[in-house]
């Protein structure tokens, strides 16, 4: 089934205004539940601005979203988000980040049910961060912070989970090594997920369909089923 079905959506920022800019020219996709889909294109094109429109974050200047059957006209408690930029409360340790909610749409207050406690502290044992619950952002690497975002990203079982260039800020090696995490997390959660990346490379391992953009204005101008199972490394 359809699980995200976007549209003719496009975006254009300050229209009517001498400071307009096209982001998105109108355009449709579907995601399927369960699928992994990357959204590939070059830097500007659009892809942070489509993520953020699926998210319920930005509003299309046209078109129409709709998310498990659903016209999205707000961010659902359901989605769960994560950026280039991990954005750690750097006063909360680890686990407590994770606890904190960072999602598209925000509960305002920490959950303290023991049930959910228990949930954060696997998740963190999951990305190899067993015995850094009590740590502190900068006694962390950027890596292990991403690894914190993962497991906020997944501590509410959204059912739908958008990435925004997770790994782009971090080295080489530590990329790879997130792209692991990930495909591990991935295979224990099994979420239905769209990562936004400008790498072919990252976009081919990662998901099982790639969609392409053009240049910004940006729209979808191929879309690409990669063969399960799938290359690795
Ligand atoms: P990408 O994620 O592919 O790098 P973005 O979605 O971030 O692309 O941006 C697409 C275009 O929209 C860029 O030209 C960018 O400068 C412009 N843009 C993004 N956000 C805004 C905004 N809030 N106001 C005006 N222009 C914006
Ligand atoms: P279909 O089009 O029938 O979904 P796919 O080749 O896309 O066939 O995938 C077969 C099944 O494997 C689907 O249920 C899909 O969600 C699942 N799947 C695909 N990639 C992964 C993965 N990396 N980890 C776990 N399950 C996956």
């Known amino acids: 089934a359809d699980y995200v079905v976007v549209e003719g959506v496009g975006k254009t920022y300050n229209e009517g205004t001498r400071q307009q800019v096209e982001a998105v020219a109108p355009t449709s996709f579907t995601v ?5 889909v990357a959204l590939l294109g070059p830097s500007g094109c659009g892809k942070s601005t489509l993520l953020m429109m699926v998210a319920g974050l930005d509003a299309p200047s046209r078109g129409t979203i709709a998310v ?32 904190f909610p960072f999602r598209a749409a925000d509960r305002g207050t920490p ?68 792209n692991l995490v990930l495909m591990k997390m991935w295979e224990e959660h099994h979420r239905t997920a769209l990562f936004v990346t400008h790498s072919i490379r990252e976009a081919v391992y990662l998901a099982d369909r790639v969609l392409v953009m053009s240049r910004r204005p940006g729209r979808i101008i191929e ?5 399960f199972p799938r290359p690795r490394g």
Not at 71 to 99: C, H, Y
Not at 223 to 227: A, F, Q
């Open 223 to 227: 879309d690409i089923r990669i063969p």
């Open 68 to 99: 498990n059957g659903r016209a999205l006209t707000a961010p659902r408690a359901e989605t769960g988000i994560m950026f280039q930029d991990p954005t750690l409360l750097p006063w909360k340790s680890a686990l407590d980040n994770v606890l």
């Open 32 to 36: 399927k539940a369960g699928e992994f």
């Open 111 to 178: 959950a303290t049910d023991s049930a959910t406690m228990a949930r954060a502290a696997t998740l963190l044992d999951q990305v190899g961060l067993k015995g850094f619950h009590g740590h502190k952002p900068r006694q962390l690497s950027g890596g292990m912070r991403q690894r914190v975002a993962i497991c906020r990203a997944l501590v509410y079982e959204p059912d739908l989970l958008l990435m925004d260039e997770p790994f782009s800020a971090l080295d080489a090696i530590t990329r790879d090594e997130m």
